[in-house]
């Protein structure tokens, strides 16, 4: 039933929750205990100026059970309430433990007393209950055992008091009761806001973990190549805005790009299929993947063509890497019957420059002499490489 005499249910809790319910409330509701506790005990040592003028019978036993037992017992409360290592759940148990500790001294002195102003005093009971329950806010369940702790004391020593009646002790209860109730509920609808009020904000960040993780996603998937699962152009992007973010204007000078091309793909697509050009594609990316470090970047920029991005790429590296990526496509052995020459295998061709990419313009003209390489070796017979530099133009080419 979520509701029961027009009382709101406690939402259901996992255990995963409950914990993270615990650990969401321990922070503020740990310094609000704290106050509340100072706050009691002032009021509660204030009482024994009502004792001093009502019970006067009484008075060094009430002084000296209030500030000899019950001041060191809230001092003591006190720094245990600061030990931030402890669960909320145990210090509001221990202020509850204190709490009831006060209410039987409370009744001791009331007890000890042989002044009939004592059982109007006892009226007071009912404050207590107002403690366990309004006053430190503990769980409900707490709550409800603190209630009947303190109806326990209460009413166990009521009946040592001077001059307690039947009658007495029903007008007593005729006041007590609806006190225990009315705090009752007040405490199970307390808990049904603040649980509810976790709950909503449980939902709300889970909610948006999710939403960042499928945007997360979504933006993986927007710069992901779906073939080959290399970035794509706005990856690229992506990447050369990352470099230029991390590298000095000197890193960022001396980088190298590569331009790399599958030979004869069109043949190879018209003849195979659209199928196996796929597969084709996604073994030569692989393939050259794993011939580079993870700090380099590869990436299609569509069709048969990709690009590598070498940030702090000395002429002498980005050579030795085109012959590796050159190398690891033709060992992949892809058969190829219609490449016009004797290789009858899936071959790259590769433009390399060296140069800036600090700007979109330095980039676009290293990419220029890239492309104009990568021509130079098409036009020299294809698989194979070359450098274009500002002081060097140099070839490699394996027609064989």
């Known amino acids: 039933m979520n509701h029961w005499l027009g009382l709101a249910a406690l939402p259901r809790l996992t255990d995963e929750q409950m914990a ?3 650990i969401s409330r321990a922070n503020a509701r740990g310094h609000a205990l704290s106050r509340m506790t100072v706050t009691i005990a002032a009021f509660y040592l204030c009482y024994a100026l009502v004792d001093v003028l009502i019970l006067g019978d009484i008075v060094w036993l009430s002084l000296s059970l209030r500030f000899g037992f019950i001041l060191p017992l809230a001092l003591a409360l006190g720094w245990y309430q600061t030990g931030m290592a402890r669960s909320i759940r145990a210090r509001e148990i221990a202020t509850l433990g204190v709490s009831m500790a006060a209410n039987l001294v409370w009744c001791i002195v009331l007890a000890s007393s042989h002044n009939p102003a004592v059982l109007h005093y006892f009226y007071a009971a009912a404050i207590f209950q107002m403690v366990v329950t309004i006053a430190i806010r503990p769980t409900f369940d707490l709550a409800v055992w603190a209630s009947l702790g303190t109806t326990a004391i209460n ?3 009521i009946g040592l008091l001077e001059g307690v009646t039947p009658v007495y002790l029903f007008y007593h209860l005729a006041v007590y009761v609806p006190t225990l109730v009315l705090t009752l509920v007040a405490s199970h609808q307390l808990e049904v806001e ?3 009020a976790f709950l909503q904000l449980h939902e709300n960040e889970a909610l948006k973990r999710e939403l960042s993780r499928q945007n997360d996603e979504l933006e993986r998937l927007s710069s992901t190549d779906p073939l080959t699962q290399l970035p794509n152009r706005r990856g ?8 230029r973010r991390l590298l000095t204007p000197a890193g960022l000078s001396a980088s190298a790009v590569l331009i790399i091309d599958i030979d004869h793909f069109k043949a190879f697509n018209d003849t195979y299929g659209h199928g196996a050009g796929d597969d084709c594609l996604k073994r030569v990316a692989q393939a050259m993947r794993r011939e580079l470090p ?6 299609r920029l569509g069709g048969e063509e990709f690009l590598v991005v070498l940030p702090q790429g000395v ?3 980005a050579e030795m890497l085109a012959e590796r990526l050159r190398r690891a496509v033709s060992a992949l052995s892809i ?7 004797r290789n009858r295998r899936v071959t790259i061709s590769l433009g390399v420059a060296c140069g800036s990419i600090a700007t979109d313009a330095a980039l676009a003209q290293l990419l220029q002499a890239a492309d104009e390489a990568l021509y130079a070796v098409k036009a020299a017979g294809r698989n194979g490489w070359r450098l274009a530099a500002a002081a060097a133009d140099v070839a490699r080419t394996d027609a064989a």
């Open 315 to 317: 002429p002498a590296r």
């Open 155 to 157: 009413y166990a020593m």
């Open 294 to 299: 993870d700090t380099v970047h590869i990436a």
């Open 236 to 243: 690229t992007e992506a990447e050369i805005a990352r470099l």
């Open 335 to 341: 058969r190829h019957d219609h490449t016009g020459d």
């Open 194 to 196: 603040r649980q509810g």
């Open 20 to 22: 993270a319910y615990e």
